[in-house]
């Protein structure tokens, strides 16, 4: 299983960025797979995680609104678009992928977002 995560970067508050994951190596049909954040000095928590068939199963509330995720079959790639950006997104994302949706078998590597006010 590989997930390759990229995109991240540094932005001014209200900016926008894009993440991406390219995802292979699994059946995507038995897997949740999604987006998830992890915070200095906190645990990973989830963004949004759906199943590959478009079911969600996870979609945090502190993001609803202002992020928004979608996947291309063909290319087997899961974007998360983060729009009107705030100090307190800054984290490390994750790409993963799992059976249970809350806690993934499989991480990508991480891609740093900052948020500068």
């Known amino acids: 299983v590989q997930l390759q995560a990229s995109g991240g970067g540094s932005v001014q508050a209200g900016g926008s960025l894009r993440l991406s994951c390219v995802a292979s190596g699994f059946n995507f049909d038995d897997y949740a797979i999604g987006w998830f954040r992890q915070f200095p000095g906190k645990e990973r928590a989830f963004v949004v995680v759906?199943?590959?068939?478009?079911?969600?199963?996870g979609y945090s509330d502190s993001v609803r609104g202002r992020f928004s995720v979608s996947r291309d079959n063909a290319k087997n790639t899961v974007d998360l678009q983060l729009n009107d950006l705030r100090p307190d997104d800054t984290g490390i994302y994750y790409c993963?992928?799992?059976?249970?949706?809350?806690?993934?078998?499989?991480w990508g590597q991480g891609t740093l977002v900052t948020v500068s006010s």
């Open positions: 993963a992928a799992g059976t249970d949706w809350k806690r993934p078998d499989y």
């Open positions: 759906f199943r590959w068939s478009g079911e969600l199963l």
